[in-house]
C-alpha cells in the first residue's frame, strides 16, 4: 500500500482565501484522524472519523473549520477564511480500528501570509 | 484532561553514550505510543506499549511502560548520529480520550559525532 496520502505538499495563500486540504487513507482503515502541528501548540488532534462518521471534532479550533469525508477512500479540511494563525504543518492519519497505530500521511504546510 | 509530559525536550548527546527520555501521563490510558518525527517529515511509528512492565526494543532503542507510575522511557543505548530526530510519546484511550492520540511535546535529540 502506498501508505496516507495528502495534497497538496504545501500551500501558500493569502489571508481570507478558502483552503481545502485533501488525505487519502491507507486502504481497509476504518479510522482516519486529522491533526495540526505548530511550534506553539505541538501535535494536537483537530477531528476523526469512524467508518466515515465525525467522532471526535472538539479540537476543531472554531467554524472556520471543517472536515468531511464523503468515502472510505477520502477526506478533506476545509478553511474558510483562513487566518495567519492557521499556518502549520497538517497531518492525516489512518488506523485499522479504534486503538491501533496510526499511521501518518507526509503532512500539508499550510503558510497564510 | 489528559495531559502527556516529556522530558528532556532537547537532549545533546555524544556518538556512543547512553541516555533516557522520560514521558509521563497524568490519566489512566489503554495505550502508549513512541514516534520519531525527522526534520520536516512525518511521524513514523516505533513502539506500541499495552501493558504494564511491557518493554519492546529496536536496535539501539528500547521502550518500556510503568503503568502505575504512568510513566514510559525511551532508552537510547550507544548513541549513533542516525539517531537524531525529535521523539514524541502519545497516549491513547482511557476515560474520555477514545482514539485520540495525546501527544507529549517531543523531545529534539542531537547526537553528534
Known amino acids: 500500500d502506498a501508505g496516507v496520502i495528502q495534497s497538496p505538499r504545501h500551500e501558500v495563500t493569502e489571508m481570507g482565501q478558502e483552503v481545502t486540504l485533501r488525505c487519502k487513507p491507507i486502504s481497509g482503515h476504518d479510522y482516519l484522524f486529522w491533526y495540526r502541528q505548530t511550534m506553539m501548540r505541538g501535535l494536537e488532534l483537530l477531528i476523526y472519523?469512524?467508518?466515515?462518521?465525525?467522532?471526535?471534532d472538539s479540537g476543531m479550533p472554531e467554524d472556520r473549520f471543517s472536515a468531511k469525508m464523503p468515502n472510505a477512500s477520502f477526506s478533506t479540511l476545509k478553511i474558510q477564511p483562513s487566518e495567519p494563525r492557521d499556518s502549520a504543518v497538517y497531518f492525516c492519519?489512518?488506523?485499522?480500528?479504534?486503538?491501533?497505530?496510526?499511521?501518518f500521511g507526509a503532512g500539508t504546510r499550510l503558510s497564510v501570509l | 484532561e489528559l495531559k502527556v509530559e516529556q522530558n528532556p525536550l532537547f537532549l545533546s548527546m555524544q556518538e556512543g553514550k547512553n541516555y533516557t527520555i522520560y514521558c509521563n501521563y497524568s490519566t489512566t490510558s489503554d495505550r502508549l505510543y513512541w514516534y520519531r518525527q525527522d526534520p520536516g517529515k512525518s511521524l513514523e511509528s516505533l513502539f506500541v506499549l499495552l501493558s504494564n512492565g511491557a518493554v519492546k526494543q529496536e536496535g539501539r532503542l528500547m521502550a518500556s511502560l510503568d503503568t502505575k507510575a504512568r510513566l514510559s522511557t525511551l532508552h537510547i543505548t550507544a548513541a549513533v548520529h542516525d539517531l537524531s530526530a525529535t521523539y514524541f510519546c502519545a497516549v491513547q484511550g482511557g476515560e474520555t480520550s477514545g482514539s485520540r492520540l495525546t501527544f507529549g511535546e517531543g523531545t529534539q535529540l542531537t547526537v553528534n559525532p
Open positions: 472519523f469512524n467508518n466515515n462518521v465525525p467522532i471526535d
Open positions: 492519519a489512518s488506523s485499522p480500528w479504534a486503538l491501533n497505530i496510526q499511521y
